[in-house]
């Protein structure tokens, strides 16, 4: 059974890079056929994908229009896990972020963590 | 503003027939598969049907799903109270080249 487990602040200051990690149990970021991916939610923009990281013989990522411009996801192999970066971000960034695996679908997804930009 | 539509709420009695509409364009639903999310309060989004519709396994039959064209369906027979919930419609973009959510449909359960 796979569990996705989040770590991370739930603070962060404007202009500053809000940082999270994901932790995979019963499959390996490397799988071949999922993908591993950063959704948030907000009441003012809803469900919102932010972007994957997946492994097909070499790593790809795909990032949502949106955030491209700040944003990095990272597979970290040592530990089985992803990391979502989010860079010089703005209260507009205040949501639950949730880290998914998707096989065709987000079959799983992590318990949810609420970040919040203030200073 | 999602590009996936949704009716943002909904309702019936129990027992009731409801369905929830999703609306796209050819470039999400019209060439991929959607899937639909049940959302309780304080919890994650669930995965109730992938691929149109199919249901996962432990998802009663009272959910069914179906596809045409540009848009897509989720039905839900038999109302019951536990059901009270947001439904999500969500469909990869090729256009856009990531994936798109609606924007949610709050149901009640009269």
């Known amino acids: 059974q796979v569990q996705l487990q989040q770590s991370g602040p739930g603070l962060v200051k404007p202009s500053q890079t809000l940082s999270l990690t994901c932790a995979i149990s019963?499959?390996?970021?490397?799988?071949?056929?999922?993908?591993w991916n950063w959704i948030r939610q907000s009441p003012s923009r809803g469900l919102e994908w932010l972007g994957r990281?997946?492994?097909?013989?070499?790593?790809?990522?795909n990032y949502a229009v949106s955030v491209k411009s700040r944003i990095t996801i990272n597979p970290d192999t040592s530990k089985n896990q992803f990391s979502l970066q989010l860079n010089s971000v703005t209260p507009e960034d205040t949501a639950v972020y949730y880290c998914a695996r998707a096989v065709g679908y987000f079959h799983q997804w992590g318990q949810g963590t609420l970040v919040t930009v203030s200073s | 503003q999602s590009v996936l539509t949704q009716p943002p709420s909904a309702s019936g009695t129990p027992g009731q027939r409801v369905t929830i509409s999703c609306s796209g364009s050819s470039s999400n639903i019209g060439s991929n598969t959607v899937n639909w999310y049940q959302q309780l309060p304080g919890t994650a989004p669930k995965l109730l049907i992938h691929?149109?519709?199919q249901r996962p396994s432990g998802v009663p039959d009272r959910f069914s799903g179906s596809k045409s064209g540009t848009s897509a369906s989720l039905a839900i027979s038999g109302l019951q109270s536990e059901d009270e919930a947001d439904y999500y419609c969500a469909a990869w973009d090729g256009s856009l080249n990531g994936w798109l959510f609606g924007g949610g449909t709050k149901l009640t359960v009269l």
């Open positions: 019963g499959d390996s970021v490397s799988s071949k056929s999922a993908a």
């Open positions: 990281t997946y492994y097909r013989s070499k790593w790809y990522n």
């Open positions: 691929s149109n519709n």
